[in-house]
């Protein structure tokens, strides 16, 4: 077992514990950890490296996958469950993708693999210390006081101290990016970019080149260099939602990139190294995709190492009254109005008994129509135009006019603002008097219903 290289070092010098059978691949972490000014530890084995846990409290950890008398999976157990908080880094060997898989699903920070790159690892140890000064939690926009969401917010915390590729599964409007990006902002990568991408949004042909980059006259059209979706995320976290409508094609060239950590931009002829992290999302069954052929298990596997699950707003309805009194207090806030409406009980009512099939995004919408319906004080059950309300619409066509009732309203609301700008000659001060709202108000309207 070896001691303490730079023994006479500063204590607070972080200090890094590295378990290796292979005396090279130890020297080679000791001297490369040593450069970047860190104090480190070795051991040939799980015994030796128990030993060193118990006698010294520790940064950082590099362990082997095999050691003589265990595992890497072992030692990441161990340390999860007696020194928690302390990020351990596996080294597999090159390719061995399910080995670093698993490493991730037992709770390693991140793994590093054979032959060792040195330029990956330094981002690693940079990565990892920073764990050391992350901040407090806090709610970060995640509102509720329901048991599932106590739930989220601690797997969030646990997550953001962790490299794995996470994937997020729910409903629609249940706050999939939201999560995303407090696992971001709550990791070290926090102050690099947080870039999220829809999968579904981007034209077939042109994915390689919008995820790589591609260089100048790579195909018809690319009059410059072009740097991608993965390295505008250097050093933080790409977000990869609805990555269920990716092609197979698309699929393919993604596996690769995660796998190698390095993307070749279309036209070049070498890869160019990135330190990324991938966060997916879909509120689609990959599983089912994966079973039917229209979604590769390798990927499948690689990107959901730990799924998230995102409670729909049925599994939380005690939180409706604190969501619905954040969201008027933004809209007050958006349309100038010095106090944020208030909900009849009646209304509040309303709202706990409704489905909400598209949880806090439909009920965001509800309520900013209701805001606009309501005579700025108070919002009744009324003024909610919740789907089922309002007088009754008979025959086949009923659900699709139910459902059209708020493109109805806009439109409505549309022409009243129209034919007030005509009177006023667009003057929006005069206008905004017209209509009995704010300038403030009346400039957000026009925004939101795209009046030219």
Known sequence: MSGL???DAPMSKALALIVDDEADIRELLEITLSRMGLRTAAAGSVREARALLAEHSFD????DMRLPDGNGIELVGLIQKKHAGLPVAVITAYGSAQAAVESLKAGAFDFVSKPIDLGQLRKLVDTALKLRATSEPDDGGLLGAAPVIDALRALIERLARSQAPVHITGESGTGKELVARLIHTRSPRADAPFVPVNCGAIPAELMESEFFGHLKGSFTGATRDKAGLFQAAEG???FLDEVGDLPLHMQVKLLRALQE?????????SEIAVNVRVISATHKDLSQLTANGSFRQDLYYRLNVIEVRTPSLRDRREDIPLLADAILGRLARENG????PKLEESALARLRDYPFPGNVRE???????AVTLSDG?????SDLRLRGDGPTIAGPGAPAAAADLEGQMEDIERRAIIEALEKARYNKTKAAALLGMSFRSLRYRIKKLNIE
């Open 363 to 369: 009920l965001e919408n509800v309520l900013e129509r």
């Open 5 to 7: 290289t730079r023994p």
């Open 337 to 340: 109005l010095e106090t944020a």
């Open 261 to 269: 950590r390095a993307v070749r931009p279309v036209g070049a002829e």
């Open 377 to 381: 004080s108070r919002i009744s059950a």
């Open 60 to 63: 950082l950890c590099f362990t």
């Open 236 to 238: 933080g976290t790409l």
